[in-house]
């Protein structure tokens, strides 16, 4: 199984700054196969990114993600005060598909 | 408008088994996609469960394997899960999904998800 490991655990901005989380493989991802959620307190988790790079219906393009094998990128370029939730990766280039922990973005 | 609703009892019993129903709206399973169970134990993060198709196709999460059961109702829209023999640690907020499918050249299919259920929670205590 393919273990997800994301970085900083929790990160503290101020609305207006760039957030940038990271994800990383304990194994290649196959063809790009990493999706990101946003989850709010209370929320079911909400799809933002698949193939790593193309963002989901109606999300903003102030979300962007980046990567390929091992190491993968969530870029938020002027945070909203909306943005402030948890993001999750998801990786589905092999099976189980599994999620990282975890990064909670928080208000500074 | 694709919405997914789950239902099922919030108090199970240890040993006993957990049985969760997602009724869908807006889409018809047998149009196509896998429908997927994921898990959210308390403040922790994201397990999938396992995933099926309209025909009745199945795919779990090894580590769940033994335990559970996935089925679809074309007729009411709904797809179900059970979980059996559960103790605390299967404790979670239960959600349903969309899963929009990629086939490998392993045989096996993987998942991401576009469209989820607002969830249940499931506590397992006597």
């Known amino acids: 199984e393919i273990v997800l490991t994301q970085s900083p655990g929790t990160l503290s901005l101020s609305p207006g700054e760039r957030a940038t989380l990271s994800c990383r493989a304990s194994q290649s991802v196959s063809s790009t196969y990493l999706a990101w959620y946003q989850q709010k307190p209370g929320q079911a988790p909400r799809l933002l990114i698949y193939?790593?790079?193309t963002r989901a219906t109606g999300i903003p393009d102030r979300f962007s993600g980046s990567g390929s094998g091992t190491d993968f990128t969530l870029t938020i370029s002027r945070l909203e005060p909306e943005d402030f939730a948890v993001y999750y990766c998801q990786q589905y280039g092999s099976s189980p598909c599994s999620f990282g922990q975890g990064t909670k973005l928080k208000i500074k | 408008q694709v919405q997914l609703q789950e239902s099922g009892p919030g108090l199970v019993k240890p040993s006993e088994t957990l049985s969760l129903t997602c009724t869908v709206s807006g889409y018809s399973i047998s149009s196509g996609y896998y429908w997927g169970w994921i898990r959210q134990p308390p403040g922790k993060g994201l397990e999938w469960i396992g995933s099926?198709?309209?025909?009745?196709?199945?795919y779990y999460t090894p580590s769940l394997k033994s335990r559970v059961t996935m089925s679809a109702d074309t007729s009411k829209n709904q797809f179900s899960l059970k979980l059996s023999s559960v103790t605390a640690a299967d404790t979670a907020v239960y959600y349903c999904?969309?899963?929009?499918?990629?086939?490998?050249?392993?045989?096996?299919?993987?998942?991401?998800?576009?469209?989820w259920g607002q969830g249940t929670l499931v506590t397992v205590s006597s």
């Open positions: 099926v198709y309209h025909s009745g196709s199945t």
């Open positions: 193939g790593a790079s």
């Open positions: 999904a969309r899963g929009v499918y990629y086939y490998h050249s392993g045989g096996y299919y993987t998942y991401h998800f576009d469209y």
